[in-house]
């Protein structure tokens, strides 16, 4: 599981908080820097056959793909977590989604046989705080994948079960 630190920044500034910045609350990274540290730190690690399930979201989505490709990996499918709310850029519509996309490489790692078919494209789950990720995805890529190896990268999270990579790992 990846949550790349994408480079963005806060909406506008509400005058209730006269201090705040357009800053994220964490370090973000330039598209090319975030994938550098994953070619150099996670890639490598010699895991042979997996599966990488990684956050995005409109914005970067067709850089996502791109990275991913370049990497040798192919799409899966797109999972879509409903946040249940969001914020409305511009004052235009409401984003309150975020995805979640599944690669692998060729053969791919297959999931466990009776959870075949059990799960929808959707989860459904409010957002808490700002970047933490829905428990639901975790519980979601355990059950595929049970007995296998787990690793949460950029996470600001540790998680029974899952081995975690990032500067932030005990945020939550």
């Known amino acids: ?15 209730e908080r006269p201090n705040q910045t357009r800053e994220l609350d964490y370090r973000t990274l330039p598209v090319n820097t975030t994938f550098h540290l994953l070619d150099t730190e996670i890639f ?20 996502s793909d791109n990275q991913m490709i370049d990497r040798g990996y ?31 490489k060729s053969p791919m790692l297959k999931i466990d046989k ?22 639901a995805a975790y519980n979601f890529v355990k059950q595929l994948y049970p007995g296998h190896k787990m690793l949460d990268v950029f996470s600001r999270e540790t998680r029974k ?12």
């Open 1 to 15: 599981m990846i949550d790349p630190p994408w480079p963005r920044k806060k909406g506008g500034i509400r005058k």
């Open 44 to 63: 490598p690690l010699g895991i042979e056959n997996h599966v990488v399930f990684l956050w995005t979201v409109e914005k970067f989505l067709a850089e």
């Open 74 to 104: 192919k799409r899966h499918a797109r999972l879509i977590w409903d946040k249940e709310n969001g914020v409305a850029p511009a004052f235009t519509i409401r984003f309150c989604h975020e995805y979640l996309v599944w690669y692998y």
């Open 114 to 135: 009776v959870m075949r078919g059990k799960f929808g494209s959707v989860i459904r789950e409010k957002s808490r705080q700002h970047s933490r990720k829905p428990d």
């Open 161 to 172: 079960g899952w081995d975690v990579w990032g500067d932030e790992v005990d945020y939550f």
